[in-house]
């Protein structure tokens, strides 16, 4: 099972920006599907970013416009950018890889990773 090690969260102000990182313990050519997730305190973990191949992309609606998620597969890590971070950005970020289901795409279950917190506060 392919495991992840979530990197470069902290503490941020509002308009801010950061850059996370997810290294793969596995080469991503062979992982066609990787997303990014955030879970905030008392709710249920969300998909913030979804990229399918080499370059096509879906966001969650809330950070549309904001944040882009990249890959680098030659160096097995995933990325996420996020600008012009608010409040209602802080939560535990995760990724994972992202397999095809009847009703679109679901994470692997056995493949979390402790993830990185990000705190938008000024």
């Known amino acids: 099972q392919v495991q992840f090690v979530e990197s470069g969260g902290g503490l941020v102000q509002p308009g801010g920006s950061l850059r996370l990182s997810c290294a793969a313990s596995r080469s991503l050519f062979s992982i066609f599907v990787m997303g990014w997730y955030r879970q905030a305190p008392g709710k249920q973990r969300d998909l913030v970013a979804r990229?399918?191949?080499?370059?096509?992309?879906n966001y969650a609606d809330s950070v549309k416009g904001r944040f882009t998620i990249s890959r680098d597969n030659a160096k097995n890590t995933l990325y996420l950018q996020m600008n012009d971070l608010k409040r209602e950005d802080t939560a535990v970020y995760y990724c994972n890889e992202e397999r095809s289901t009847p009703t679109g795409f679901a994470p692997l279950v056995g493949s979390w990773g402790q993830g990185t917190q990000v705190t938008v506060s000024s």
């Open positions: 990229i399918i191949g080499s370059s096509s992309t």
